[in-house]
Every structure is written in structure tokens, then in C-alpha cells.
């Protein structure tokens, strides 16, 4: 019942845990907090890959490269890569820590989604295809939910949700749906393509993972530490 509780009363901030490492930077993290981050990364790239496997729709962040792609001249892939590079001198400014989970996120999420497609059904209705993308996004939710309160530094695209978050104090799903929807909106305006699941992330992401939070702070809540970091 307190999970339920919880569940309907989104953070509005990544919480502090007891898995929570001290300090993002610190490259000699405890267990606990690296098997949070292992976890989570590898929920939230089998969630890319559940996505993919639907076959309605890329990320929002997906159609923002395509649509850099098709103005450009650039490849995707480098097109990820410049934006990317872009979203990390955001971080300055803001004064965002990266660390262990920033290098990580790169790394093992490419390889959950590159091991995970190939055993993953093809849906052969939409109906059951909107299911799969469903589970996409609450995996995406769940697994960055683990992987950020490991506080061992987020993925670039997460770093700015944390830091949009920490400077404003907007909830965090606020902040979250927003970045989804600016970035859609600038992918499709560019060129880039939006299917039903580009729509499902953008709008659902953000209210799952300020209830996964939620959830998480309820079952590993540190004491004394004010719940919220940023909040």
C-alpha cells in the first residue's frame, strides 16, 4: 500500500538513497551503487531496444538526429554524436557533474539494445505493437530511475534534465516532459520523423520516472538527507 502511495505521488527530484554514492566523480564507487547503475542501464537500454522492436516510432532525442541528419548532410550517428557533445556544454553553465554512470551510459546502453533486438518479438498488430512500445517506456522510466539515484553521474541527456531541474525546482516530470516535447517539436520542424511511440516517450516518460523515483525513495530513502537531491 505504501508502494501505491508513493507510486501516485511522482518526486519532484532524483532522491537520496542508501545506495546513493556521495559524490558523482568518485571512480571508486561503492557495490551497492554500481550495481544500481549496472541495473539501470541495462533496464533503460533493453527499453530502447523494446522500442525499436515495436517499429512505431524512435526516441524523441532519435528524430531531433534525424532532423539535424537531413539539414546537415550528416550521418546519424555523427548527428547523435554532435548533439551529444552539444548537451555536455550545456552542463557547464549549469555546473553538473559527470562521472563512472556519464562514461557508462554510453557504453553499456549501446550494448543492451545491440544484445537484447535480436530476441525480441516483431509485432505483428499495432495493437500488440503499442503494448511493446508501452513497456518501453515504463522500462526506460525504471531502469533511469535506478541509474540516477546511484548518483554516479548521468547519461548527457539526463545530466541536462537533472540540471534544468536543480536550477529551476520544477518537478522533475515536468522538466523531463518538457525537454521530450522541445526536443520532438525541433526534430520534426528539422525533417526528422515522429511515430506513436516518439509520442509515447515524449509525453509518458517523464510522469513514469517522477513515480518510479517516488517509489524508489519510499523502499531506499536515506534518512536524514532530505529525500530529494535538488529538490
Known amino acids: 500500500m505504501n508502494l501505491l502511495r508513493a507510486f501516485f505521488r511522482p518526486a519532484r527530484a532524483v532522491p537520496v538513497t542508501t545506495w546513493s554514492a556521495e559524490h558523482p566523480m568518485t571512480f571508486r564507487p561503492p557495490l551497492l551503487s554500481l550495481m544500481f547503475l549496472l541495473a539501470g542501464l541495462w533496464i533503460f537500454g533493453t527499453g530502447h531496444a523494446v522500442l525499436i522492436a515495436a517499429g512505431l516510432g524512435v526516441s524523441p532525442w532519435t528524430t531531433l538526429a534525424q532532423g539535424v541528419a537531413a539539414q546537415t548532410g550528416w550521418t546519424i550517428g555523427f548527428s547523435v554524436l554532435a548533439i551529444g557533445v552539444l548537451v555536455l556544454v550545456a552542463w557547464i553553465p549549469m555546473r553538473e557533474w559527470p562521472g563512472l554512470g556519464t562514461i557508462l551510459n554510453v557504453v553499456l546502453v549501446a550494448v543492451a539494445i545491440d544484445t537484447t533486438v ?114
Not at 525480441?120 to 512500445?133: A, E, I, K, W, Y
Not at 518537478?171 to 517539436?185: A, D, K, S, Y
Not at 516518439?198 to 534518512?223: N, Q
Open 118 to 231: 535480436p530476441h525480441l518479438p516483431v509485432p505483428d498488430s499495432q495493437v500488440f505493437g503499442l503494448l511493446q512500445s508501452a513497456i518501453g517506456v515504463i522500462l526506460l522510466a525504471v531502469g533511469s530511475a535506478f541509474y540516477l539515484t546511484a548518483n554516479l553521474g548521468p547519461g548527457p541527456r539526463d545530466g541536462l534534465m537533472t540540471g534544468l531541474q536543480r536550477l529551476t525546482k520544477l518537478p522533475i516530470g515536468w522538466v523531463r516532459t518538457g525537454l521530450e516535447v522541445t526536443v520532438l517539436t525541433a526534430g520534426w520542424l528539422l525533417g526528422g520523423v515522429i511515430g506513436i511511440a516518439t509520442l509515447m516517450v515524449a509525453l509518458g516518460v517523464g510522469p513514469l520516472l517522477a513515480r518510479c523515483l517516488s517509489v524508489v525513495d519510499s523502499i531506499g530513502g536515506a534518512p536524514g538527507t532530505g529525500s530529494e537531491r535538488g529538490g
